[in-house]
């Protein structure tokens, strides 16, 4: 579905490097990172507002500068910015945009708004910020999309339709043909849905890993320092000692066996992202 | 596409969207300097009320397309860039909406001078040179959008050349149209060597200026049909968004 190969962009003082990675028809990646980790930037390069300086990015096989028309028509969008004319009707706006897509599907928006309590006649500036995104969200299903790329929007939803949204994205991905990429600081919600996570630090490319092959790969073990010491040092990510304890982030493989005094577990992609970062602040051991 | 630019130029006349669009500049100093003044300076010698109040209709058009200036820019929406278009499409949106964007303003002048045409109290030779100068300026005055219109500064040396060369049309029309006004309103004709002598100072200063003015949207069209041109550039304004 999306493949980008060693893309580079940069952008004053930033530099996103040579990022490569793939995401396959039928999965949600999750795209994490800290402010300015570069995640709006890499997203504005799959939707094509910005040219790479370096580097391939192709959509379906396809890339802009050839099909550009045919792409932008997979992709459906919701940004954190508000998109569309504050001053218009939902419907308006729909209509004025939704004519550029071949695939715009009227009563499929209005099915989106009503399931979405949004009324069609009411205009775009008197919505809540989570009603702006919902609204967002509705317009870019009602294209039918390949594609979905979603800046950031489960902070403004509320919980009932935040798991709402997780099963409209499911439902999306089910038939096997369509993909999300979802960025979000909420790592949770990524836990719970995304097949793929890619991980930005400084618009360097930390992370590009299956979700399943990460819980496989990291472990978090807890326990006494000298005994996390004793732990084979090129294994050891990050390991930190607090007031209750030392926690350290290792790489794992099958057949590590652990002192039955730690207390080993499964990282959750926070845990990951967090001692991730604190690695690239420098190593503590 | 021209009936879609139609209403976007309606819907902004909104008084929120005004309001919104006009806080935090300094666009009303900017008009004032370079019109009103102007205007009351004129109305001094303009001997009657009548032709201030000429001179004030030739002016209107002008007025009006400096007012809606920041209110119109001729820029596209960040949703406009994400629709399936190819770039070539949106060229072709934005020069319809310059076209659309201008056109209007010089609708409104070519009105103001039939209404002067039907009172049959000034020579076609005046009505004609305040016709081309004040088309001139609106093509000038189009060009500040994206700075004075903007954010109410002139940081670079390009913005300074672009308010310039408005400067140098709005002291055309004043001296100019002022004169003939002085002229025609005191019995007298405009003597044949003087009306050439204007024609070439048309051709001398506005010529020039026209080319480059339009060599100056041949170049946005371009960057502004691309996103990240355009945002760099800070042509796309918030103005459109609740």
């Keep these: 579905m999306l493949k980008l190969t060693d893309i580079s962009k940069r952008l004053g003082a930033f530099h996103l490097e040579q990022i490569s990675f793939e995401l396959p028809p039928g999965y949600i990646l999750g795209l994490i990172g800290l402010n300015g980790a570069g995640k709006t930037t890499l997203l504005h390069l799959i939707l094509g507002l910005y040219r790479p300086d370096a580097g391939s990015l192709s959509i379906e096989g396809k890339t802009y500068d050839t099909d550009r028309k045919e792409i932008l028509e997979m992709i459906g969008t919701v940004l954190a910015e508000d998109l569309f004319d504050g001053y218009d009707t939902l419907l308006h706006n729909a209509r004025q945009y939704g004519k550029y897509y071949q695939n715009y599907d009227e009563p499929l928006l209005c099915q989106y708004l009503s399931r979405f309590s949004l009324h069609p006649d009411k205009k775009f500036r008197e919505l809540s910020k989570g009603e702006k995104l919902k609204f967002q969200f509705a317009f870019a299903l009602a294209h039918h999309p390949k594609l979905l790329v979603l800046d950031e929007p489960t902070g403004n939803f509320d919980p009932e339709f935040r798991s709402e949204f997780f099963s409209i994205l499911k439902e999306f991905i089910a038939d096997g043909t369509n993909s999300v990429i979802l960025a979000s600081h909420l790592t949770e919600d990524l836990d719970r849905i995304a097949d793929y996570i890619v991980y930005l630090e400084k618009g360097k490319l930390l992370l590009a890993e299956d979700i399943e092959t990460m819980r496989q790969q990291y472990r978090l073990l807890v326990g006494e320092t000298y005994k996390l010491k004793l732990l084979p040092e090129e294994s050891i990510i990050y390991m930190e000692e607090t007031a209750y304890g030392t926690r350290a982030l290792i790489r794992h493989r099958r057949r590590n066996v652990y002192d039955r005094e730690l207390t080993v577990t499964v990282p959750s992609i926070e845990e990951i992202m967090y001692f991730m970062t604190k690695r690239g602040k420098g190593r503590k051991r | 596409m021209t009936k879609k630019i139609l209403q976007e130029y309606a819907g902004a006349f909104r ?19 370079v019109t009103f003044l102007p205007i009351m300076l004129v109305g001094n010698f303009s001997r009657s009320p009548e032709n201030f109040g000429a001179y004030f209709l030739l002016m209107l058009p002008v007025l009006y397309h400096l007012f809606v200036l920041p209110l119109q820019p001729v820029g596209l929406p960040k949703i406009m860039y994400l629709c399936p278009m190819t770039e070539e499409e949106r060229k072709n949106y934005l020069k319809r909406t310059l076209e659309v964007k201008i056109g209007i303003s010089l609708l409104i002048e070519l009105a103001a001078a039939a209404v002067l045409v039907s009172l049959r109290r000034y020579s076609s030779f005046l009505l ?58 005191g019995g007298s004709v405009v003597s044949a060597a003087e009306k050439i002598g204007y024609t070439a100072v048309l051709f001398a200063v506005d010529l020039p200026l026209l080319l480059m003015v339009m060599s100056f949207w041949r170049e946005q069209l371009k960057l502004r049909a691309d996103y990240e041109t355009a945002a760099g550039r800070e042509t796309v304004k918030n103005s459109r968004k609740g």
């Design chain 2, 15 to 33: 008084w929120g969207r005004i309001k919104e669009c006009y806080k935090g500049n300094n666009w009303w100093f900017f008009l004032y300097s």
């Design chain 2, 128 to 185: 004609l040179l305040a016709f081309v100068l004040s088309i001139m300026i609106i093509l000038a005055t189009a060009m500040q959008e994206r700075t004075v219109g903007s954010t109410g500064t002139l940081t670079t040396a390009r913005e300074w050349w672009e308010t310039g060369t408005l400067i140098v049309f709005m002291l055309e029309f004043w001296v100019l149209i002022s004169r003939i006004l002085w002229i025609e309103t």
